[in-house]
Protein backbone atom coordinates (compact mmCIF):
# COMPACT_ATOMS: atom_id res chain seq x y z
CA UNK A 1 0.00 0.00 0.00
CA UNK A 2 2.54 2.41 0.94
CA UNK A 3 4.78 1.53 -1.88
CA UNK A 4 2.06 1.93 -4.55
CA UNK A 5 1.54 5.36 -3.07
CA UNK A 6 5.14 6.05 -3.27
CA UNK A 7 5.39 4.88 -6.70
CA UNK A 8 2.58 7.31 -7.90
CA UNK A 9 5.15 9.84 -6.75
CA UNK A 10 2.28 11.24 -4.23
CA UNK A 11 4.25 10.17 -1.34
CA UNK A 12 8.03 10.59 -0.69
CA UNK A 13 9.79 7.91 -1.42
CA UNK A 14 11.05 6.19 1.90
CA UNK A 15 13.97 7.53 4.14
CA UNK A 16 13.41 10.94 2.30
CA UNK A 17 15.30 13.64 3.91
CA UNK A 18 12.41 15.19 6.11
CA UNK A 19 15.24 15.84 8.83
CA UNK A 20 17.01 18.26 6.97
CA UNK A 21 13.86 19.72 5.33
CA UNK A 22 12.79 20.77 8.73
CA UNK A 23 15.47 21.86 10.29
CA UNK A 24 15.16 18.85 12.97
CA UNK A 25 16.69 21.35 15.54
CA UNK A 26 13.41 22.90 16.69
CA UNK A 27 10.41 20.53 17.89
CA UNK A 28 9.83 18.44 20.47
CA UNK A 29 9.11 21.14 23.35
CA UNK A 30 13.15 22.13 23.30
CA UNK A 31 13.58 26.04 23.82
CA UNK A 32 14.89 28.00 22.96
CA UNK A 33 15.18 27.50 19.13
CA UNK A 34 17.91 28.71 17.03
CA UNK A 35 18.26 30.53 13.91
CA UNK A 36 17.60 34.55 13.41
CA UNK A 37 14.21 36.40 12.75
CA UNK A 38 15.23 36.41 9.12
CA UNK A 39 16.08 33.56 8.44
CA UNK A 40 13.13 31.49 9.76
CA UNK A 41 10.68 34.27 8.35
CA UNK A 42 12.64 34.48 4.76
CA UNK A 43 11.90 30.62 5.16
CA UNK A 44 8.47 31.19 6.23
CA UNK A 45 7.66 32.82 3.24
CA UNK A 46 8.58 30.38 0.90
CA UNK A 47 5.72 27.97 1.99
CA UNK A 48 3.31 30.00 3.81
CA UNK A 49 1.78 32.65 2.10
CA UNK A 50 2.95 35.81 3.30
CA UNK A 51 5.03 34.06 6.15
CA UNK A 52 2.17 34.32 8.51
CA UNK A 53 -1.40 32.40 9.26
CA UNK A 54 -3.11 35.01 10.17
CA UNK A 55 -2.77 38.74 7.99
CA UNK A 56 -2.64 40.88 11.17
CA UNK A 57 0.86 39.13 12.32
CA UNK A 58 2.07 40.30 9.29
CA UNK A 59 3.88 43.66 9.88
CA UNK A 60 2.48 45.22 6.36
CA UNK A 61 0.88 48.03 7.92
CA UNK A 62 4.01 49.42 10.16
CA UNK A 63 6.22 47.82 7.79
CA UNK A 64 9.30 45.25 8.15
CA UNK A 65 9.46 41.55 9.50
CA UNK A 66 7.57 40.09 12.12
CA UNK A 67 10.26 38.24 14.54
CA UNK A 68 9.60 34.71 15.23
CA UNK A 69 8.67 33.19 18.62
CA UNK A 70 10.52 31.00 20.40
CA UNK A 71 8.99 31.11 23.98
CA UNK A 72 6.63 32.60 25.78
CA UNK A 73 6.73 33.15 29.83
CA UNK A 74 4.18 35.41 31.64
CA UNK A 75 4.13 38.59 30.23
CA UNK A 76 7.24 37.94 28.34
CA UNK A 77 7.89 36.72 24.74
CA UNK A 78 11.22 35.32 23.73
CA UNK A 79 12.32 35.45 19.75
CA UNK A 80 14.45 32.66 18.82
CA UNK A 81 17.33 35.22 18.72
CA UNK A 82 16.67 35.20 22.38
CA UNK A 83 15.22 38.81 22.45
CA UNK A 84 13.28 39.53 25.01
CA UNK A 85 9.99 41.68 24.57
CA UNK A 86 7.01 43.09 27.08
CA UNK A 87 3.95 41.59 25.50
CA UNK A 88 1.18 43.73 25.19
CA UNK A 89 -0.95 41.18 22.95
CA UNK A 90 -1.33 37.90 24.54
CA UNK A 91 -1.92 36.07 21.40
CA UNK A 92 -5.04 39.12 20.58
CA UNK A 93 -6.83 38.52 23.72
CA UNK A 94 -6.85 34.76 23.95
CA UNK A 95 -3.89 34.10 26.55
CA UNK A 96 -4.98 35.73 30.22
CA UNK A 97 -2.53 33.68 32.80
CA UNK A 98 0.46 34.69 31.23
CA UNK A 99 2.54 32.85 28.59
CA UNK A 100 3.08 28.46 29.58
CA UNK A 101 1.37 29.13 33.08
CA UNK A 102 2.21 26.33 35.08
CA UNK A 103 -1.47 25.37 35.25
CA UNK A 104 -2.46 25.53 32.14
CA UNK A 105 0.28 23.82 31.11
CA UNK A 106 -0.02 20.79 33.29
CA UNK A 107 -3.64 20.84 32.52
CA UNK A 108 -2.92 20.59 28.56
CA UNK A 109 -0.38 17.80 29.13
CA UNK A 110 -2.84 15.62 31.06
CA UNK A 111 -5.54 15.84 28.66
CA UNK A 112 -3.30 15.05 26.24
CA UNK A 113 -1.74 12.21 27.47
CA UNK A 114 -5.55 10.74 27.90
CA UNK A 115 -5.85 11.39 24.10
CA UNK A 116 -6.19 14.08 22.06
CA UNK A 117 -9.38 13.96 19.95
CA UNK A 118 -12.23 11.20 20.19
CA UNK A 119 -15.23 11.84 18.15
CA UNK A 120 -17.70 11.12 21.43
CA UNK A 121 -18.48 13.28 24.10
CA UNK A 122 -15.80 14.05 26.59
CA UNK A 123 -16.19 15.55 30.72
CA UNK A 124 -13.98 18.77 29.58
CA UNK A 125 -16.73 19.85 27.16
CA UNK A 126 -19.48 19.43 30.05
CA UNK A 127 -17.66 21.01 32.63
CA UNK A 128 -16.60 24.20 30.18
CA UNK A 129 -19.80 24.72 29.19
CA UNK A 130 -21.44 24.43 32.93
CA UNK A 131 -18.73 26.91 33.99
CA UNK A 132 -19.56 29.37 30.97
CA UNK A 133 -23.43 28.94 31.76
CA UNK A 134 -22.69 29.75 35.12
CA UNK A 135 -20.78 33.15 34.62
CA UNK A 136 -23.15 34.34 32.14
CA UNK A 137 -26.69 34.90 33.26
CA UNK A 138 -29.58 34.46 30.22
CA UNK A 139 -26.96 31.79 28.49
CA UNK A 140 -28.16 28.51 29.32
CA UNK A 141 -26.60 26.24 26.77
CA UNK A 142 -23.55 26.32 24.59
CA UNK A 143 -21.91 24.68 21.85
CA UNK A 144 -18.59 24.43 21.47
CA UNK A 145 -16.67 24.97 17.89
CA UNK A 146 -13.37 25.95 16.99
CA UNK A 147 -12.75 29.45 16.09
CA UNK A 148 -14.73 32.51 16.79
CA UNK A 149 -15.39 32.64 13.40
CA UNK A 150 -17.12 29.44 13.58
CA UNK A 151 -19.08 30.97 16.67
CA UNK A 152 -19.88 33.64 14.89
CA UNK A 153 -21.06 32.50 11.37
CA UNK A 154 -23.24 29.73 13.40
CA UNK A 155 -24.82 31.89 15.67
CA UNK A 156 -25.63 33.78 12.50
CA UNK A 157 -27.39 30.42 10.67
CA UNK A 158 -29.15 29.81 14.01
CA UNK A 159 -30.82 33.53 14.48
CA UNK A 160 -31.74 32.89 10.63
CA UNK A 161 -32.84 29.50 11.75
CA UNK A 162 -35.22 30.42 14.26
CA UNK A 163 -36.62 33.55 12.90
CA UNK A 164 -36.73 32.24 9.26
CA UNK A 165 -35.68 36.20 8.05
CA UNK A 166 -32.37 36.39 6.28
CA UNK A 167 -31.39 39.72 7.11
CA UNK A 168 -28.07 40.73 9.21
CA UNK A 169 -27.38 44.14 10.60
CA UNK A 170 -23.79 44.78 11.55
CA UNK A 171 -21.63 47.78 12.68
CA UNK A 172 -18.69 49.47 10.76
CA UNK A 173 -15.57 48.30 12.43
CA UNK A 174 -16.77 45.23 14.26
CA UNK A 175 -15.16 42.44 13.38
CA UNK A 176 -16.74 39.22 13.70
CA UNK A 177 -14.37 36.52 11.72
CA UNK A 178 -14.19 36.02 8.45
CA UNK A 179 -16.78 33.83 7.29
CA UNK A 180 -17.80 35.39 3.62
CA UNK A 181 -21.29 36.98 5.04
CA UNK A 182 -19.59 38.94 7.95
CA UNK A 183 -16.70 40.60 5.97
CA UNK A 184 -18.37 43.33 5.39
CA UNK A 185 -17.19 46.49 6.98
CA UNK A 186 -14.78 44.67 8.67
CA UNK A 187 -12.33 47.28 8.26
CA UNK A 188 -12.81 48.45 4.55
CA UNK A 189 -14.77 51.21 5.08
CA UNK A 190 -17.69 49.81 3.46
CA UNK A 191 -20.82 51.73 4.40
CA UNK A 192 -24.43 50.84 4.09
CA UNK A 193 -25.70 47.99 2.08
CA UNK A 194 -22.77 45.65 2.52
CA UNK A 195 -20.08 45.22 -0.29
CA UNK A 196 -17.74 42.68 -0.08
CA UNK A 197 -14.90 42.90 2.32
CA UNK A 198 -12.53 40.85 0.61
CA UNK A 199 -12.03 39.77 -2.78
CA UNK A 200 -13.27 35.87 -3.06
CA UNK A 201 -16.70 37.10 -1.67
CA UNK A 202 -19.18 36.92 -3.81
CA UNK A 203 -21.45 40.08 -3.74
CA UNK A 204 -24.87 37.75 -3.39
CA UNK A 205 -23.37 36.46 0.27
CA UNK A 206 -22.93 39.79 1.01
CA UNK A 207 -26.72 40.97 0.11
CA UNK A 208 -28.44 39.88 3.46
CA UNK A 209 -25.76 41.89 5.64
CA UNK A 210 -26.70 45.68 6.34
CA UNK A 211 -23.46 47.57 7.89
CA UNK A 212 -24.14 50.70 10.14
CA UNK A 213 -22.37 53.07 11.95
CA UNK A 214 -21.11 51.64 15.61
CA UNK A 215 -22.94 53.59 18.58
CA UNK A 216 -25.83 54.48 16.33
CA UNK A 217 -29.18 52.43 16.88
CA UNK A 218 -30.60 51.10 13.82
CA UNK A 219 -33.98 51.15 12.65
CA UNK A 220 -34.93 48.03 11.94
CA UNK A 221 -37.51 46.14 10.34
CA UNK A 222 -38.93 42.92 9.52
CA UNK A 223 -36.94 41.44 7.55
CA UNK A 224 -33.60 41.80 9.94
CA UNK A 225 -32.89 38.05 11.47
CA UNK A 226 -30.33 39.44 14.17
CA UNK A 227 -28.17 42.16 15.19
CA UNK A 228 -24.77 41.23 15.89
CA UNK A 229 -22.59 43.33 17.73
CA UNK A 230 -19.16 43.95 19.60
CA UNK A 231 -20.73 45.32 22.68
CA UNK A 232 -17.32 46.95 23.69
CA UNK A 233 -15.50 47.38 20.34
CA UNK A 234 -12.13 45.75 20.46
CA UNK A 235 -11.26 45.59 16.76
CA UNK A 236 -11.21 48.86 15.00
CA UNK A 237 -8.84 50.09 18.56
CA UNK A 238 -10.87 50.34 21.95
CA UNK A 239 -14.61 52.16 21.06
CA UNK A 240 -16.40 51.68 23.69
CA UNK A 241 -20.43 51.98 24.04
CA UNK A 242 -22.12 54.75 24.33
CA UNK A 243 -24.78 55.49 27.01
CA UNK A 244 -27.81 53.46 26.02
CA UNK A 245 -26.50 52.50 22.70
CA UNK A 246 -26.71 48.54 24.02
CA UNK A 247 -29.92 49.38 25.73
CA UNK A 248 -31.60 50.88 22.41
CA UNK A 249 -30.23 47.75 20.76
CA UNK A 250 -32.33 45.42 22.85
CA UNK A 251 -35.20 47.51 22.56
CA UNK A 252 -34.98 47.59 18.79
CA UNK A 253 -34.52 44.14 18.02
CA UNK A 254 -37.44 43.43 20.27
CA UNK A 255 -39.79 45.54 18.71
CA UNK A 256 -38.82 44.05 15.44
CA UNK A 257 -38.73 40.37 16.55
CA UNK A 258 -34.85 40.47 15.93
CA UNK A 259 -32.29 38.49 17.80
CA UNK A 260 -29.78 39.99 19.77
CA UNK A 261 -26.29 38.31 19.40
CA UNK A 262 -23.72 40.13 21.27
CA UNK A 263 -20.21 38.60 20.08
CA UNK A 264 -17.80 38.43 23.01
CA UNK A 265 -15.33 36.75 21.54
CA UNK A 266 -12.25 38.96 23.08
CA UNK A 267 -14.81 40.21 25.69
CA UNK A 268 -15.43 37.41 27.17
CA UNK A 269 -13.92 36.15 30.47
CA UNK A 270 -11.43 39.34 29.65
CA UNK A 271 -13.02 42.38 30.22
CA UNK A 272 -14.08 41.03 33.62
CA UNK A 273 -14.87 37.75 35.53
CA UNK A 274 -17.39 37.25 32.67
CA UNK A 275 -18.85 39.25 29.92
CA UNK A 276 -19.71 42.90 28.44
CA UNK A 277 -23.53 41.80 29.04
CA UNK A 278 -23.43 41.08 32.89
CA UNK A 279 -20.69 44.24 33.07
CA UNK A 280 -23.70 46.76 31.33
CA UNK A 281 -26.66 44.94 32.20
CA UNK A 282 -27.82 44.26 28.83
CA UNK A 283 -28.64 40.77 27.99
CA UNK A 284 -28.32 39.91 24.23
CA UNK A 285 -30.38 36.50 22.66
CA UNK A 286 -27.19 34.82 21.83
CA UNK A 287 -23.48 35.24 22.69
CA UNK A 288 -20.50 34.07 20.53
CA UNK A 289 -17.12 33.02 22.52
CA UNK A 290 -13.36 32.61 21.90
CA UNK A 291 -9.84 33.29 22.72
CA UNK A 292 -9.79 32.90 26.50
CA UNK A 293 -12.35 30.12 26.86
CA UNK A 294 -9.56 28.11 25.08
CA UNK A 295 -7.28 29.35 27.50
CA UNK A 296 -5.05 29.66 24.48
CA UNK A 297 -5.66 26.54 22.44
CA UNK A 298 -8.25 27.10 19.22
CA UNK A 299 -11.95 27.06 20.46
CA UNK A 300 -14.90 29.03 20.12
CA UNK A 301 -18.40 28.64 21.43
CA UNK A 302 -21.81 30.14 20.85
CA UNK A 303 -24.72 29.54 23.45
CA UNK A 304 -27.83 31.54 24.47
CA UNK A 305 -31.74 30.31 26.12
CA UNK A 306 -32.44 26.35 26.36
CA UNK A 307 -35.15 26.83 23.75
CA UNK A 308 -33.38 28.78 21.04
CA UNK A 309 -30.25 26.87 20.89
CA UNK A 310 -32.84 23.62 20.70
CA UNK A 311 -33.09 24.64 17.33
CA UNK A 312 -29.57 22.92 16.63
CA UNK A 313 -28.92 20.10 14.72
CA UNK A 314 -29.38 16.50 16.21
CA UNK A 315 -32.21 18.50 18.28
CA UNK A 316 -33.65 20.70 15.44
CA UNK A 317 -33.36 21.56 11.78
CA UNK A 318 -30.51 24.09 12.14
CA UNK A 319 -26.98 22.12 10.82
CA UNK A 320 -23.82 22.75 12.95
CA UNK A 321 -20.89 20.25 13.17
CA UNK A 322 -16.95 19.66 14.13
CA UNK A 323 -14.90 16.99 14.18
CA UNK A 324 -12.74 18.70 16.53
CA UNK A 325 -15.24 20.78 18.29
CA UNK A 326 -15.54 20.42 22.78
CA UNK A 327 -11.67 19.02 21.86
CA UNK A 328 -10.15 18.02 25.31
CA UNK A 329 -7.01 19.99 25.07
CA UNK A 330 -8.97 22.51 24.28
CA UNK A 331 -11.57 22.47 26.91
CA UNK A 332 -8.77 21.29 29.76
CA UNK A 333 -7.08 24.96 28.71
CA UNK A 334 -10.16 26.72 28.83
CA UNK A 335 -11.31 25.28 32.62
CA UNK A 336 -7.90 25.57 33.94
CA UNK A 337 -7.88 29.30 33.20
CA UNK A 338 -11.36 29.83 34.31
CA UNK A 339 -10.49 27.99 37.45
CA UNK A 340 -7.31 30.03 38.21
CA UNK A 341 -8.51 33.13 37.93
CA UNK A 342 -10.90 34.90 40.17
CA UNK A 343 -13.12 37.56 40.51
CA UNK A 344 -10.31 39.41 42.79
CA UNK A 345 -7.85 38.83 39.75
CA UNK A 346 -9.95 40.38 37.65
CA UNK A 347 -11.10 43.26 39.98
CA UNK A 348 -7.02 43.89 40.49
CA UNK A 349 -6.05 43.62 37.02
CA UNK A 350 -9.04 46.26 35.78
CA UNK A 351 -6.82 48.24 38.22
CA UNK A 352 -3.86 48.11 37.54
CA UNK A 353 -5.16 48.78 33.45
CA UNK A 354 -6.75 52.09 34.81
CA UNK A 355 -3.36 52.92 36.54
CA UNK A 356 -1.44 51.62 33.67
CA UNK A 357 -3.73 53.53 30.65
CA UNK A 358 -3.95 57.12 32.65
CA UNK A 359 0.53 56.79 32.90
CA UNK A 360 0.61 55.64 29.42
CA UNK A 361 -1.30 58.45 27.79
CA UNK A 362 0.41 61.00 30.29
CA UNK A 363 3.88 59.54 29.61
CA UNK A 364 3.35 59.54 25.49
CA UNK A 365 1.88 63.14 25.97
CA UNK A 366 4.99 64.28 28.24
CA UNK A 367 6.99 62.76 24.85
CA UNK A 368 5.31 65.09 23.18
CA UNK A 369 2.70 63.36 20.86
CA UNK A 370 -1.13 63.31 21.03
CA UNK A 371 -2.76 60.73 23.00
CA UNK A 372 -6.03 58.93 24.35
CA UNK A 373 -6.01 55.36 26.36
CA UNK A 374 -9.28 54.93 27.06
CA UNK A 375 -10.21 51.94 29.54
CA UNK A 376 -13.12 49.47 29.59
CA UNK A 377 -12.52 47.00 32.18
CA UNK A 378 -9.47 45.33 31.59
CA UNK A 379 -9.53 46.52 27.93
CA UNK A 380 -7.10 49.35 27.25
CA UNK A 381 -7.31 51.09 23.82
CA UNK A 382 -4.03 52.61 22.40
CA UNK A 383 -4.66 56.06 19.52
CA UNK A 384 -1.37 58.18 19.21
CA UNK A 385 -1.51 60.95 16.60
CA UNK A 386 0.94 63.91 15.56
CA UNK A 387 2.25 66.81 18.22
CA UNK A 388 1.70 68.60 20.35
CA UNK A 389 1.33 66.37 23.32
CA UNK A 390 -2.38 66.88 23.83
CA UNK A 391 -5.29 64.76 24.93
CA UNK A 392 -7.29 63.11 21.85
CA UNK A 393 -11.45 62.47 22.07
CA UNK A 394 -11.89 58.75 22.13
CA UNK A 395 -13.78 57.86 19.22
CA UNK A 396 -17.22 56.91 18.57
CA UNK A 397 -16.86 54.55 15.32
CA UNK A 398 -14.86 53.38 12.98
CA UNK A 399 -14.79 56.67 11.32
CA UNK A 400 -13.11 58.48 13.86
CA UNK A 401 -10.25 55.26 14.78
CA UNK A 402 -9.75 55.84 11.22
CA UNK A 403 -9.22 59.67 11.65
CA UNK A 404 -6.26 59.02 14.01
CA UNK A 405 -4.88 56.11 12.62
CA UNK A 406 -4.90 58.31 9.12
CA UNK A 407 -2.16 60.18 11.33
CA UNK A 408 0.35 57.73 10.17
CA UNK A 409 2.16 58.13 13.61
CA UNK A 410 1.52 54.89 14.94
CA UNK A 411 3.63 52.88 12.73
CA UNK A 412 6.66 54.46 14.01
CA UNK A 413 5.59 54.57 17.57
CA UNK A 414 5.63 51.06 17.28
CA UNK A 415 8.47 50.36 15.97
CA UNK A 416 10.33 52.39 18.47
CA UNK A 417 8.37 50.73 21.12
CA UNK A 418 9.89 47.39 19.87
CA UNK A 419 13.56 48.50 19.67
CA UNK A 420 12.71 49.23 23.19
CA UNK A 421 11.57 45.54 24.17
CA UNK A 422 7.87 46.33 24.12
CA UNK A 423 5.31 44.52 22.05
CA UNK A 424 2.11 45.98 21.19
CA UNK A 425 -0.47 44.59 18.01
CA UNK A 426 1.38 45.71 14.59
CA UNK A 427 -1.24 47.81 13.46
CA UNK A 428 -3.26 50.56 14.69
CA UNK A 429 -6.61 48.99 15.23
CA UNK A 430 -6.12 46.52 17.65
CA UNK A 431 -6.56 47.14 22.11
CA UNK A 432 -3.17 46.91 24.29
CA UNK A 433 -4.12 43.07 26.26
CA UNK A 434 -2.90 42.90 29.80
CA UNK A 435 -3.03 39.86 31.58
CA UNK A 436 -2.50 38.74 35.09
CA UNK A 437 0.96 37.99 34.34
CA UNK A 438 1.47 42.29 34.09
CA UNK A 439 2.74 43.33 37.08
CA UNK A 440 2.82 47.23 38.05
CA UNK A 441 6.66 46.45 37.64
CA UNK A 442 5.88 44.88 33.90
CA UNK A 443 3.66 47.91 33.25
CA UNK A 444 5.93 50.80 34.52
CA UNK A 445 8.70 49.15 31.86
CA UNK A 446 5.90 49.75 29.20
CA UNK A 447 5.36 53.12 30.42
CA UNK A 448 9.22 54.28 30.89
CA UNK A 449 9.50 52.74 27.11
CA UNK A 450 5.99 54.33 25.49
CA UNK A 451 7.61 57.93 26.92
CA UNK A 452 11.00 57.18 25.31
CA UNK A 453 9.47 56.38 21.58
CA UNK A 454 6.99 59.17 21.65
CA UNK A 455 10.04 61.79 22.27
CA UNK A 456 11.91 59.98 19.48
CA UNK A 457 8.54 59.92 16.89
CA UNK A 458 7.66 63.68 17.84
CA UNK A 459 11.66 64.56 17.75
CA UNK A 460 11.46 62.93 13.60
CA UNK A 461 8.16 64.61 13.41
CA UNK A 462 9.76 68.00 13.67
C1 LIG B 1 -11.01 37.23 17.21
C2 LIG B 1 -12.44 37.53 16.99
C3 LIG B 1 -13.25 36.72 16.19
C4 LIG B 1 -12.70 35.59 15.37
O1 LIG B 1 -12.15 34.58 16.15
P1 LIG B 1 -11.10 33.55 15.46
O2 LIG B 1 -10.83 32.56 16.55
O3 LIG B 1 -9.92 34.38 15.09
O4 LIG B 1 -11.77 32.95 14.30
C5 LIG B 1 -14.60 36.99 16.14
N1 LIG B 1 -15.14 38.02 16.82
C6 LIG B 1 -14.39 38.83 17.58
C7 LIG B 1 -15.03 39.94 18.34
C8 LIG B 1 -13.01 38.63 17.67
O5 LIG B 1 -12.26 39.47 18.38
Redesign the pocket.
Known amino acids: MADAAAGTGLLPAAGAATGAATGGAYGGGERPASGTNSAWFERATRTIPGGVDSPVRSFQSVGGMPFTVGHGEGPWVFDVEGRRYLDLVQS??AVLLGHAHPVVVEAVCRAASLGSSFGMPTPGEVLLAEAICARVPGCEQVRFVS????A?MSALRLARGVTGRSRVVKFDGC????SDGLLAGGGSGVATLGLPGSAGVPPGAVADTLVVPYNVVPELDEQVACVIV?PVA??MNLVAPRPGFLEGLRRACDAAGALLVF?E??TGFRIGAATASVLTGVTPDLW?F??VVGGGLPI?AFGGRRELMAALAPSGPVYQAGTLSGNPLATAAGLAVLGEATPADYDALASRVARFAGALEGAVRAGGLSAAVPVAGTLAGLYVGPPPGVALEPPLDFGGARAIAASGVYPPFFHALLRRGVMVAPGAYEVVFCGLAHGDAELDVAIEAAGEAAAEVARALG
Open positions: YGSGTEAYHGHEANDVICGKG
